[in-house]
């Protein structure tokens, strides 16, 4: 804070961190690759609606994208997506979403060839995702989820000719419900996967199998090597010499490292500790760690919410932290000395990252929004520091967040007042808060309004007892912790009890609906693309979340009456409070009726109600414009229908 500043209330301080500030600086970066000395990654942009470019690091800082307009590199695969692309010896292998057939960019520039035919109609299509290179049968093996058939769509690991075709792939795998991770040994002699069924979640049980692949390209007799309906697997990956098969298994309570060694038939825990080394696999070809040579591994890992880099030396089992500025980690990669990954901290946007093992410098690629090294705009004055807090819930137990107090170096608060809170719930519900710079957070804690990001019960990052925590209590404990989590920063003079709204989207939108129906605390929200109806959930959704519901509530429609009970569109008449809606017209996941049951339940009762519905969104908005708006209208909607103060723009 200057000698300068102004003193004005809480929530009304005029903050450079703007709505269209934020989306025209901003980009998503993922999906790292390495291939023949060359750094690929993924680009989101907001400002080409949407669409993903694959991004080349060339060797003098510049960037070149890969794939031309119009082509989009973006699968929808469980709807969720990821592992769109990937990339050998130079050539560019992806989903396009327009039509979602696969194509090759060969590395001269020229137009992208097709390897699948045509859908036979845009809704009846066959996706594919989270593919490798057999330069040896020249084949890419990948997820194929056929939506050609009638009824529930059809999931496979399929083998699709790279010199292109009439058929969508040749299937080397059926029968589960689900897969993932396909991977191909050095040699080509093996291939390994993850399954799993209904009503799994791969977060809680999946089975890694393992089969050889003859010269002709098909499959053995697969061989389960790990896992069960109890225990979760993540990310296989080959050691270089093909000796080696890694994975990570929370069969301890916790996300470890293990190996299996191909020619004993034996596994062994790497380095076991109270530590997360894996994540939920929400989207496809996440990757929190890499071989760096066949005796050593480089890993991300997570402990209270907060992530850590280290070297894994596998002859001695030493584990070495790596020095760096970042708190969270993912889509590790490595090659040798050199590691690339995606980064981030509360005071560091999401970037691209170089590392070298032999001298620990790093260097960043890529930042997702350069807007801070913007000189005129003094931003890093107006970031404000994140806090990890815990606090007492229901039932005695502990649940956590990351807490940000307002921060304007040109305004201070009236003497005696304490600042609004914002609560936000993080979607899934297995998933967690990011402590990535957030512009969006700072885009309230510039203006004097508090934010709590609540990693509550089920939340990942804590082992999985405390995710399973969430298991038919959806609805209950997540609602509880918000409550508590604010409760504790006004009992603690950090916030004013008396303002608190919460904001969330998807699973975190029906926490907030939740929150707002059963729980008398909160003075209004707002829900994106939340869900309202449980029932109509169960009813209504995809089928890779079509029995998640089974675990966080109970089968349906065998415990109907809990799915009443817990929907917040069956009790509109308990919803008093001012809330305000933003849904994709094309959202497949929470489709619209949804929102809309609810708005018109709430307008009949003449409640404060906002609702803005964007043409061309699916679950989770990727155009600037439609993000801009949201930013806006949500402020706007509490500065009139909530606080009745003069928030500003």
């Known amino acids: 804070m200057s000698s300068s500043a102004k003193t004005a209330p809480y929530g009304s301080w005029k903050s450079p961190i703007t709505s269209d500030l934020i989306v025209a600086q901003s980009i998503s970066l993922s999906e790292v690759r390495l291939d023949g000395g060359q750094v690929y990654w993924l680009e989101g942009r907001p400002q080409e609606q949407g669409r993903s470019v694959v991004v080349r690091g060339e060797e003098d ?35 396009n979403f327009a039509d979602a057939r696969l194509y090759r960019q060969p590395p001269d520039g020229s137009a992208p060839q097709p390897l699948t035919p045509e859908p036979p109609a845009r809704d009846r299509q066959w996706r594919f995702a989270d593919g490798v290179i057999d330069q040896r049968r020249t084949h890419w093996i990948g997820v194929r989820e056929d939506h050609t058939v009638d009824g529930e769509p059809v999931n496979t690991i399929v083998a699709v000719d790279l010199d292109g ?5 040749h299937v080397l795998a059926r029968g589960h419900d689900f897969y993932a991770s396909p991977r191909l040994s050095p040699d080509g002699n093996w291939l390994t996967w993850l399954a799993w069924d209904h009503p799994n979640m791969p977060w809680n049980g999946t089975l890694l199998y393992l089969a050889e692949i003859d010269a002709e390209g098909a499959l053995g007799e697969p061989q389960p090597v790990a896992g069960g309906a109890a225990e979760s697997i993540f ?31 034996t596994t062994r825990a790497l380095a076991p500790m109270a530590a997360e080394f894996g994540a939920p696999q929400w989207t496809f070809g996440m990757s ?42 993912g889509s590790v990669r490595a090659a040798g000395a050199r590691v690339v990954f995606r980064a981030g901290a509360p005071d560091h946007p999401a970037s691209i990252v170089s590392l070298d093992l ?64 914002l609560v936000k719930c993080h979607g899934g519900p297995t998933s967690a808060a990011s402590s990535t710079l957030n512009l969006g957070i700072q885009f ?34 997540d609602v509880d912790d918000c409550v508590h989590g604010a409760r504790f920063l006004a009992e ?75 929907s917040p569109l069956y009790h509109a008449d308990r919803l ?17 009726n949804q929102t809309e049951a609810m708005v018109e339940a709430l307008r009949r009762r003449g409640n404060p109600v906002g609702y803005f519905l964007f043409a061309g969104e699916q679950h989770g908005f990727r155009k600037s414009a439609n993000i801009q708006r949201c930013l806006d209208a949500e402020l706007a909607f509490y500065a009139i229908d909530v606080f009745r103060t003069g928030l500003t723009f």
């Open 358 to 421: 032999g001298s620990g410098q790093h260097a960043v690629l890529k930042k997702a929004t350069d807007i801070l090294d913007r000189a005129d705009l003094h931003l890093a004055d107006y970031l404000t520091k994140v806090e990890s807090v815990e606090f007492q819930t229901t039932d005695g137990e502990t649940a956590f967040g990351l807490f940000y107090p307002p921060r304007n170096p040109d305004y201070a608060g009236v003497a005696g007042e304490r600042p609004p809170l």
């Open 492 to 566: 603690h003079e950090r916030v004013d009890g008396k303002r608190c709204v919460i904001s969330g989207g998807s699973a975190g939108g029906y926490t907030t609906l939740a929150a707002l129906t059963f729980r008398d605390f909160f003075q209004g929200g707002a829900s994106y693309y939340g869900v309202s109806d449980a029932a109509a959930l169960a009813r209504d959704t995809h089928k890779f979340e079509s029995r998640y519901l089974d675990w966080l509530i109970g089968p349906y429609p065998q415990e109907e009456a809990r799915y009443r009970e817990r």
């Open 576 to 592: 008093s409070k001012p809330v305000i809606f933003f849904q994709g017209d094309e959202d497949a996941v929470v489709p619209p």
């Open 235 to 265: 990310q296989p990956e080959w050691s270089p010499d093909g000796a080696r098969l890694a994975f990570v298994s929370d069969r301890s309570g916790w996300w470890n490292l293990y190996d299996f060694d191909l020619a004993a038939r």
């Open 61 to 95: 800082g510049r960037q070149t994208d890969m794939i031309s307009k119009p082509y989009n590199a973006r699968t929808r695969v469980h709807e969720y997506g990821g592992g769109s692309w990937t990339v050998g010896g130079g050539t560019i292998y992806f989903s």
């Open 165 to 169: 075709g009439r058929e969508p792939g």
């Open 444 to 477: 309230w804690t510039s203006r004097g309004i508090a934010v709590l990001d609540v990693n509550y019960r089920g939340s990942t990052g804590f082992g999985r007892a405390y995710r399973d925590r969430l298991r038919l209590s959806w609805g209950v404990v």
């Open 288 to 329: 929190s760690y890499d071989f760096a040579g066949p005796e050593r591994i480089v890993c991300a890992y997570t402990q209270a919410g907060l992530g850590r880099l280290a070297v894994l030396d596998l002859a001695d089992g030493a584990l070495r932290p790596l020095d760096t500025p970042f708190t969270e980690f």
